[in-house]
């Protein structure tokens, strides 16, 4: 595949729903140690070549993309590998399609901002995720929690509780809706928002804990930083050890990063905590807009325990913790990607069955399409 893209430059991504038979999602995702390739046959599906500069894409999925390659970064070689190094692929949506039969009508929340047409309901999409080993996930419930919110004197910032969100209105008289993201204005789709985030989900929730120092020779005095980053993913895993990588938007038109890169960078040290359901509203609170000076973790009444080989603060009631060494950050647009190194990992024993992490106890959540929506795993 990697070598394919390498030469061809582009590539379509089709989104994996329950439409799909389930042998061949379980097929396609247990591919792993070994890259494998499989033809759309072999796993079941049918194909359609909707686009005629780019592959052909899964006939039932009702999200599809068509990409080309913006840059391919290389990570670290694996001496076990005899195919290509570990690499990180950036690449550019030049086109969405979105089939009519996924959108329902705008909240009345959406509905606030100019020009929304339609949304982009996860319902009616019925998207799956891999859990890792060929086993395939479906969402089991959506769950609604607007941002936190700052009082009007500036002193509190408050969350509503992580509950579940309305039922779909089911699917609206909507046409399959198609757009060159390139010639949209700022991004902007037919649909009236960058429906990106709608397209490419459950996501994982990277909540990343730093240290901040006002006095870099001082290692005593160390304020703790906690934010969740909706764009995380492990990038390797066949490397001499896993990497994973977050992604935050600059402010100030690209110049000034957030917190966790800021602290990464000057640090060499960052981690991550899993957010499960009970630690959601603590989640939430962590994404306030906090002056650098800040704490989240105090914010949100979080205990903060130290990591045993980096110099980061963890999440204490996290179950699961990746203590990680910042490697680099690569600019993309006004974007930052922060890729660290994974050298040490806490797992609770209370979310292990025969030795073996339980998806079932796990109980984490994603983030889905809007700013507001959660989902939970039916694992």
């Given amino acids: 595949f990697v070598q394919i893209l390498k030469q061809t430059k582009v590539c379509t991504i089709s989104s994996a729903t329950n439409r799909d038979p389930a042998s061949g999602l379980e097929k396609a995702a247990s591919s792993w140690p070994k890259a494998t390739s499989h033809s759309f046959a072999e796993l079941g599906l049918e194909s359609s070549k909707s686009k005629q500069d780019y592959p052909s894409v899964v006939a039932t999925s009702p999200i599809q993309m068509h990409c080309s390659l913006e840059n391919f970064v290389g990570l670290e070689k694996s001496d076990s590998d005899d195919h290509d190094d570990n690499a990180l692929i950036v690449l550019v949506v030049e086109n969405f399609v979105i089939d009519g039969s996924v959108m329902s009508p705008a909240t009345e929340e959406m509905k606030k901002r100019p020009n929304v047409k339609a949304k982009v309901d996860v319902e009616l999409i019925q998207p799956v995720l891999s859990l890792g080993g060929g086993k395939i996930c ?44 390139r010639e949209c204005e700022g991004g902007t789709s037919p649909l009236g928002y960058n429906a990106l985030t709608a397209m490419v989900m459950p996501r994982p929730i990277g909540w990343i804990s730093t240290y901040h120092r006002k006095d870099p020779n001082n290692t005593n005095q160390k304020l703790a930083h906690l934010a969740p980053y909706s764009f995380f993913c492990n990038l390797s895993r066949s490397a001499k050890r896993p990497l994973v990588a977050f992604s935050g938007f600059r402010r ?52 903060v325990q130290e990591a045993i080989l980096v110099d980061a603060p963890i999440v204490a009631d996290s179950p699961v913790r990746f203590e990680c060494k910042y490697l680099k950050s ?50």
């Fill in 252 to 303: 100030d038109n690209g110049k000034t990063p957030k917190d966790a890169q800021n602290d990464a960078e000057q640090s060499k040290y960052f981690a991550y905590n899993m957010v499960t359901e009970t630690l959601a509203v603590p989640m939430n609170l962590s994404a306030a807009e906090l002056p650098r000076e800040g704490s989240e973790f105090e914010l949100a009444g979080l205990k």
């Fill in 330 to 379: 690569i600019p993309i647009g006004s974007f930052s990607i922060v890729v660290g190194e994974v050298v040490g990992i806490g797992i609770k024993e209370s979310i292990v069955t025969d030795e073996t992490l339980d998806p079932t106890k796990l109980k984490t959540i994603a983030r889905m399409g809007f700013m507001d929506e959660y989902g939970t795993l039916d694992a």
């Fill in 138 to 181: 479906p969402l089991k419930t959506i769950h609604s929690m607007p941002r936190p919110v700052k009082s009007k004197d500036g002193t509190t910032w408050t969350s509503t509780d992580f509950d579940l969100a309305k039922p779909s209105p089911g699917q609206g008289n909507f046409d399959t809706v198609e757009w060159k993201f």
